[in-house]
């Protein structure tokens, strides 16, 4: 079954505590982007990647790290989590077809609490 | 570059009456995406629209294209409880998904 699976699906941290939430799809997608969700404030894309070794920033980078060491995983890091971290994140991967934007498949979502 | 806003951001509407949501865009944009948020879940492909003109219906909804107005329409027909979700619209440009805030639908029986 085509799926992006992220982990874990909940996390409960302190202030300070480093973590990683891990992503990965097995549809074989060039492109991987890592999106927050905060009530009335939409999705905002964090860090998306359009190949391995291949990372750019989004809207909202701050605070966050990401690699793509291998083209099925996009790990999100955040080295020293702040309650104002504390959201609803989605991965997401599609096929890079150049200029032609094409369907976002998304994981199940990781909802983050920092205290 | 491209901005998509969508309207209303929250409906709240009766079983069995139709309505639309709106996604205006600011400038061109390759196509049109449509997504379905159930609450606190993941976010699901409904539609994908590529040209002027261009409909497309699942069931009791529709979604339409105009690129000459900017615009798409979401339109609920005969709405059921099953619907109530929050659906977003995404224009694609310069590689990437361009979001709208969402409209949060909620259907009272």
């Known amino acids: 079954e085509a799926q992006v699976t992220q982990n874990p699906r909940y996390l409960i941290t302190v202030t300070g505590k480093k973590l990683t939430v891990t992503c990965s799809q097995n549809?074989?997608?060039?492109?991987m982007s890592w999106y927050r969700q905060d009530p009335g404030l939409g999705l905002r894309q964090i860090y998306y990647?359009?190949?391995?070794?291949?990372?750019d920033k989004g809207d909202v980078p701050e605070g966050y790290k990401v690699s793509r060491k291998e083209k099925r995983n996009f790990p999100l890091i955040l080295e020293s989590p702040s309650p104002n971290q504390t959201s609803l994140y989605f991965c997401?991967?599609?096929?890079?077809?150049?200029?032609?934007?094409?369907?976002?498949?998304f994981g199940q979502g990781t909802r983050l609490t920092v205290v | 570059e491209l901005k998509v806003e969508q309207n209303p951001l929250f409906l709240s509407m009766q079983e069995g009456k139709n309505y639309t949501i709106y996604c205006n865009y600011s400038?061109?944009?390759?196509?049109l995406y449509w997504y379905r948020q159930d609450p606190g879940k993941s976010l699901e492909s409904l539609f994908v629209?590529?040209?002027n003109g261009a409909v497309k219906q699942e069931g009791r909804l529709m979604a339409s294209l105009d690129t000459k107005a900017r615009l798409s329409t979401l339109h609920i027909t005969a709405a059921v409880h099953d619907l109530s979700a929050t659906y977003f619209c995404?224009?694609?440009?310069?590689?990437?998904?361009?979001w709208g805030a969402g409209t949060k639908l909620i259907i009272k029986p």
């Open positions: 997401a991967s599609r096929r890079d077809q150049g200029r032609v934007v094409t369907e976002a498949f």
């Open positions: 549809m074989n997608h060039e492109y």
């Open positions: 990647s359009m190949n391995v070794e291949v990372t």
């Open positions: 400038t061109t944009s390759d196509r």
């Open positions: 629209l590529l040209s």
């Open positions: 995404a224009g694609a440009s310069d590689y990437q998904l361009i």
